[in-house]
């Protein structure tokens, strides 16, 4: 970044005040107090929901909405593990703010919880700012355009009317909404059509589920964390209440608070998501691979033709699974029928299934029976699958399987399984969706599902592996929007690919170096996007889910003890918009 001292704005804009972006306001005044800080900077944070956590975690939304992770695996600081350049004053993490509250550290806090302990780390990076060397100033307001040269001067446009120029511009824009893909398109129209309802993709706090009451059944599609979701917020827009009842198989008894749908639910694999152990007053300690080690791991990782998943990896899953479960006793789980069984109830890729609806219900009821106990060789598969998960995801980092395994092993089904287990919700929210199948309110399809607009009937035909199971009046697709750079609704980033200041990234395998396009946004260095033409607009620097090929793991929270990739490449990008400003001398340069 080239610019001379006389034009210099001294300014800088962070866009995004979720985690990513109150990261790195944080890192930007630890490095605003170090000897080596010149001068004063101004850093803009731009976002609607500033103050309150950013979109997804607005500590105004409602209490029911509950985070996956519990308190203790959360933090704003970096620790020891992340390898910090810049002082660390803090520590705080999630567990501490919430202990007040009496939440422990293994507790599932509500969503909110969590804004309100992003707005404390805010609020106290702008305490422990020192104005004369940084000054932050907070809009509630959306970022519509960011324009400039590849390495000048940039203006951020906002919705307000407003322009701010800057030295250089950090933007964590998070999970982005879409245009509907063709397939949710046909399903919109048909709903139009013959007055029914169609609520695609979407971040829940967006979707009006009170539009689902009245309706006789919704088509349900998908099994996840946002079906979840809906399962909290529909009975909570709809009125109910959930009350102890030890007799029942949930341990809860549903009471309808009038026009809750039936919900028909279903997904392309069937895959159920367990209930994360209930692991009392403290959490286990990691597991660390035996087998697929982290020097397995570098060794497969430079194979020149490539690795195949399923010939080169599953195989070491298996023996990591088998290894751990005999050596902690669980013999009757450490063979790969039995693993299969356990991992994968429908096949593992959504085979037929008979009886989807009952056999479905029966795992939920045993994973939750074995999460709440917990079951200790239950409680050892899902700290061994975490792990595998880590050495997995290196791997795909390392750019280490063929195009076509990823393809169809990786994207086509593990990710899936993966989270099936490690990303599961908290107990609570499996015992109401199971006091609900008891009070007749759902429906399992299983794997295969499909919807289909039925127009002799004026609704929707939804099938599973059995055939066709009933029609409904609605349709709500339960998973977040993807992460795909030619259908975000984005204003800023519609701008930048009109103009053509934005190009999709793509991967390429190390057995066939074929490169294949993604969804996410090429950037240059990790941070910089790069243009249509090749241009690379380093005044830029894009953190998170719009680039999470560059980035992998964009979705994933801060933990402690992980070197985490959230807060390492908060203070990375700190740095360079520090230095942008003049604040901090270039890397390389006497004093940096």
């Not at 087998?291 to 791991?297: D, K």
Request: with cysteine.
């Amino acid at each position: 970044m080239t610019t001379s001292a006389a034009e210099l704005a001294r300014t800088v804009v962070v866009i995004g005040a979720g985690p990513r972006g109150t990261a790195v306001i944080e890192r930007l005044v630890a490095a605003s107090l170090t000897d080596a800080w010149q001068g004063q900077v101004t850093v803009h944070l731009v976002d609607p929901q500033v103050g309150l956590g950013g979109a997804v975690w607005r500590s105004d939304q409602d209490e029911v909405l509950l985070m996956n992770t519990t308190t203790c695996q959360t933090t704003m600081y970096p620790d020891e593990s992340c390898r910090s350049i810049l002082p660390v004053p803090r520590r705080d993490t999630l567990a501490d703010h919430l202990a007040a509250d009496g939440l422990a550290p293994t507790d599932f806090a509500p969503r909110a919880a969590h804004g309100r302990y992003l707005a404390a780390v805010l609020e106290t990076a702008r305490a422990d700012a020192d104005p004369v060397r940084l000054r932050i100033v907070t809009h509630a307001a959306e970022a519509v355009d960011v324009i400039g040269p590849a390495d000048g001067p940039q203006r951020v446009k906002l919705d307000d009317g407003r322009t701010l120029r800057a030295d250089a511009v950090a933007l964590a824009l998070g999970h982005l909404p879409t245009t509907l893909s063709p397939r949710s398109a046909q399903l919109a129209e048909a709903a139009d059509r013959h007055g029914l309802i169609h609520i695609g993709p979407a971040n829940p706090l967006d979707v009006d589920y009170a539009s689902l009451l009245g309706r006789e059944r919704i088509a349900v599609q998908g099994m996840g964390l946002n079906f979840y979701d809906a399962i909290g917020m529909l009975t909570t827009v709809a009125g109910g209440r959930f009350e102890l009842a030890p007799e029942a198989p949930s341990g809860l008894r549903y009471l309808p608070g009038g026009g809750e749908p039936h919900l028909l639910v279903g997904s392309r694999s069937g895959m159920i998501y367990r209930p994360k152990p209930d692991l009392g007053d403290r959490m286990p300690a990691p597991y660390t691979p035996q087998v697929l080690t982290s020097e397995r791991v570098l060794e497969l990782a430079v194979r020149p033709a490539g690795v195949d998943h399923e010939k080169d990896v599953m195989p070491l899953m298996f023996a990591e699974l088998r290894r751990a479960l005999a050596q902690e006793g669980h013999h009757e789980w450490a063979d790969d029928e039995a693993l299969i069984r356990v991992l994968f109830p429908f096949g593992r890729r959504g085979g037929a299934s008979h009886d989807a609806h009952r056999r479905t219900r029966d795992e939920l009821r045993e994973a939750l029976h074995r999460a709440t106990v917990p079951d200790s060789a239950w409680l050892l598969v899902y700290r061994v699958l975490i792990a595998l998960r880590i050495q997995v995801n290196r791997l795909v980092d390392l750019g280490a399987y063929t195009t076509e395994s990823v393809r169809a092993d990786i994207d086509g089904h593990l990710r899936n399984a993966f989270a099936s287990w490690a990303s599961g919700p908290p107990v609570l929210r499996v015992r109401q969706l199971l006091a609900l199948e008891e009070a007749g309110l759902v429906t399992f399809i299983g794997p295969r599902m499909r919807i289909e607009p039925d127009d002799a009937s004026g609704r929707f035909a939804t099938s599973g592996a059995e055939g066709l199971v009933a029609l409904a009046d609605g349709v709500l697709e339960a998973h977040l929007p993807g992460v795909d750079l030619t259908h975000w609704r984005s204003r800023l980033i519609s701008a930048w690919r009109d103009r053509g200041e934005v190009q999709r990234d793509s991967w390429a395998s190390r057995g066939s170096r074929k490169r294949v396009a993604t969804g996410s946004i090429a950037v240059d260095g990790l941070y910089a996007p790069i243009g249509a033409d090749g241009t690379v607009y380093e005044r830029r620097l894009m953190l998170g889910v719009p680039v999470t090929t560059a980035q992998p793991g964009s979705a994933i929270t801060a933990e402690p003890g992980t070197g985490a990739q959230l807060l390492r490449h908060a203070e990375a990008v700190a740095l360079r918009l520090a230095r942008a400003a003049g604040a901090l001398p270039e890397a390389g340069q006497a004093g940096s």
